[in-house]
């Protein structure tokens, strides 16, 4: 088990850039691949993007290509999601989440731990 806390959400203009981090404890982290998720207002959670526990492999939703990435520092026991050119539609609760292996990574229900939520609103 490992646990989760995101941080770094916030307000921000459309256009405009935010980092979220998630931080892990536990020594185990780098076995674990990780994951982003977010749920926007009415809205089901969605995946958004997964990286192995190396990071050697990635993987981010069509919605977020070529505007958010998805990386880790295993030394740092640290997920980051770096959000560029965001949309009001990028509106959402975004949570980290672990699983054991990188595969169904999309799928919401193979992740056993998760975070609280980190709120970003993007204005017009």
């Known amino acids: 088990q490992v646990h989760l806390v995101e941080s770094g959400g916030g307000l921000v203009q459309a256009g405009g850039s935010l980092r979220l981090s998630c931080a892990a404890s536990?020594?185990?982290?780098?076995?674990?691949?990780m994951g982003w998720f977010r749920r926007g207002p009415g809205k089901e959670r969605e995946f958004v993007a997964a990286?192995?526990?190396?990071?050697?492999?990635?993987i981010v939703a069509d919605s977020v290509k070529g505007r958010f990435t998805i990386s880790r520092d295993n030394t740092k026991n640290m997920l980051y999601l770096q959000m560029n050119s965001l949309k009001p539609e990028d509106t959402a609760v975004y949570y980290c989440a672990a699983k054991k292996m990188y595969v169904r990574v999309s799928a919401e229900n193979e992740y056993a731990d998760w975070g609280q939520g980190t709120q970003v609103t993007v204005s017009l």
């Open positions: 990286i192995s526990w190396g990071g050697g492999n990635s």
């Open positions: 536990g020594r185990t982290f780098s076995s674990y691949a």
